[in-house]
């Protein structure tokens, strides 16, 4: 009798250490049911609120999740202002003068905190919901967003410059990215389909344009007036013929060598993504299932939970 109860508690504590190890299962859609039934309905009515009045918004918050799950996981590092402590990701090369959206998140948690009547939703948790609250109001796929991520004490503008691939990356560089946070092929090729809203600056693309020769060149050429090759560096063009709408577009627009960055085009050149990019361009259902997949596994990138981390009350700085 003692010697299965002993075999029972190292049966528990092994498959305790595998869940704790393996990093899943430990989110979960319900974790604020009790402790704030109101939470993701509040979130919810201020996205669809601030979509209504610009609908970049929505794009730009679905980048600020990407962002934070790829430098340390999904912790709210991105949020972290600059303080003799905070080394902010603000000041990364991918992010300066280009993330935005922070006033949203503050209102955002201004509002998640009066309804729940304490500061229970974290950060890092707020950018998944609104990632998917913004993507479902540009008229996107929804799916369950997976909840519990606790916030980073400590944020790293290193990091954020090693870890978030930039616009000029071949396929190869790509993949590898990806890879190192745990991301497959197809799962880069899914997510990339992200920039079917929003923008880019000019000096993102001025180099695909001009240099390129994977490019439509009537489109081109369209581009060259919003981009001169002399300055104009932070002049806008949409990710795909549809900036507002999350559909099939930026997809289609591959396949017709209407990519905006050059890493937008790598998916489509000629090599081991080009299938996928083909079906997605037709198959809406597809894409939309899919994206809903990747984005819920991007989500579990090394979430900090249970006593590890905080849960902010002013996300742009840590509690006292
Ligand atoms: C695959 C590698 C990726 C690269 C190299 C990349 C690069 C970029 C660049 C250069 C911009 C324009 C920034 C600027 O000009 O200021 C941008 C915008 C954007 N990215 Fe990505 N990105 C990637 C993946 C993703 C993923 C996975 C998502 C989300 C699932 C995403 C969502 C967005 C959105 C929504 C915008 C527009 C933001 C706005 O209008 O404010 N990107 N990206």
């Not at 996981?73 to 080394?87: A, K």
């Not at 090369?93 to 729940?116: H, L, M, T, W, Y």
């Not at 990519?259 to 259902?285: A, C, P, R």
Request: proline share 4%.
């Amino acid at each position: 009798m003692a010697s299965r109860c002993y075999f029972s508690v190292l049966l528990h504590a092994f498959v305790f250490a595998t869940v704790a190890t393996l990093g899943f299962s430990q989110l979960t859609p319900n974790y604020y049911d009790y402790s704030c039934p109101n939470a993701l309905s509040t979130i919810k009515s201020v996205v669809e609120a601030e979509v209504q009045k610009e609908n970049r918004i929505g794009a730009s918050l679905l980048r600020l999740h990407f962002h934070d799950c790829f430098v340390n996981g999904c912790d709210g590092s991105i949020l972290l202002d600059p303080s003799p402590t905070i080394d902010s990701e603000k000041n990364a090369r991918p992010n300066i003068q280009s993330v935005r959206g922070f006033e949203v998140v503050d209102e955002i948690k201004q509002a998640v905190d009066q309804a729940c009547g304490k500061s229970v939703v974290s950060c890092a948790d707020i950018l998944a919901i609104v990632a998917r609250d913004s993507v479902v109001a540009l008229g996107g796929p929804t799916w369950e967003v997976q909840l519990g991520r606790r916030d980073s004490t400590t944020a790293s503008r290193e990091a954020a410059n090693a870890n978030i691939p930039a616009p000029f990356f071949s396929l190869s560089e790509l993949i590898t990215n990806f890879k190192n946070h745990g991301l497959d092929e197809k799962d880069l090729v899914v997510l990339s389909g992200g920039h079917t809203i929003g923008y880019a600056r000019c000096i993102n693309f001025k180099a695909h344009i001009y240099n390129d020769s994977n490019i439509d060149p009537n489109f081109a050429q369209y581009l060259k007036y919003i981009c001169p090759i002399n300055g104009g560096d932070q002049n806008l063009a949409p990710l795909d013929s549809t900036a507002a709408n999350f559909d099939v577009s930026y997809y289609s627009n591959l396949v017709n060598k209407n990519g905006l960055l050059h890493s937008d085009q790598e998916l489509f050149n000629g090599d081991s993504t080009d299938s996928l990019v083909q079906q997605y361009s037709y198959d809406n259902q597809a894409f939309f299932q899919d994206f809903a997949n990747s984005i819920i596994k991007m989500g579990n990138i090394q979430p900090l939970t249970g006593d590890q981390g905080e849960v902010r009350v002013n996300c742009r700085k840590v509690n006292y």
